[in-house]
């Protein structure tokens, strides 16, 4: 019954290939985001959804492409992969509520070889 | 958002307090300070939050400064699990939308 949750935990493909990233949520959060976290650990925002409406996306290649089905859902689809991909992804959902905080996801660790 | 500045990495004792300062010295009056922590290949966890007052909960306490340029948190009873990097963020009331991470603080928690 894990809050967050994203598959695969990890995933290995070649440039050039595209892949996808599945994350689901069972509490009932409004929004939902994307992290990416680089070889340097810094964790920065993708994109943000909320009612599977878009309302955050920083400035990240147009070869990322989020997806939200519905509110529970908002998966991650990568574009001609290249090196520089590589990274753990982090999906998180969080209440529409102020202040409320972000429940994460484990992680997606992507190598691009 | 406001930027914090916290140390690289910190060391406790298994058992004793931990207490890990933050500066946020450009904190406006609507920020509230965050604190979340990271395990090792786990996703951030979110610790505790506040605005103003010290906050505690069940894992740890929050005591902000009265000018709120400053706080820290506070694990009581450090164990080997607390063992993480721990962040301290400064944002804006209005939602989750924009939580910026920095380079946290690594705690070693020791034997």
């Known amino acids: 019954d894990t809050a967050v949750s994203q598959t695969p935990k990890y995933l290995v493909t070649q440039m050039g290939n595209d892949k996808s990233i599945k994350c689901e949520q069972n509490?009932?959060?409004?929004?939902m985001y994307w992290y990416k976290q680089d070889s340097k650990k810094f964790l920065k925002i993708m994109f943000s959804?909320?009612?599977?409406?878009?309302?955050i996306n920083e400035t990240v290649p147009n070869r990322f492409s989020p997806k939200s089905p519905d509110k529970a859902h908002l998966n991650l689809h990568i574009n001609s992969l290249e090196l520089g991909d590589s990274a753990v992804y982090f999906c998180?959902?969080?209440?529409?509520?102020?202040?409320?905080?972000?429940?994460f996801g484990n992680g997606t660790r992507l190598t691009v070889t | 958002d406001a930027k914090t500045t916290q140390p690289t990495s910190m060391d406790c004792a298994e058992g004793r307090a931990a207490n890990l300062p933050c500066n946020h010295s450009?904190?406006?009056?609507?920020?509230?300070v965050y604190w979340y922590r990271q395990i090792h290949s786990q996703g951030p966890q979110y610790i505790i939050h506040?605005?103003?007052n010290n906050e505690t909960n069940e894992m740890a306490s929050l005591i902000i400064t009265e000018d709120r340029k400053s706080s820290t948190l506070i694990l009581p009873h450090a164990t080997l699990r607390d063992t993480a990097v721990y962040y301290c963020?400064?944002?804006?009331?209005?939602?989750?939308?924009?939580?910026?991470f920095g380079k946290g603080t690594k705690l070693t928690v020791n034997p």
């Open positions: 998180a959902s969080s209440p529409r509520s102020a202040n409320s905080p972000l429940h």
């Open positions: 509490l009932g959060h409004d929004t």
């Open positions: 959804y909320n009612n599977k409406e878009l309302i």
């Open positions: 450009t904190i406006s009056g609507n920020e509230y």
């Open positions: 506040g605005l103003k």
């Open positions: 963020i400064a944002f804006s009331q209005g939602g989750s939308e924009k939580l910026v």
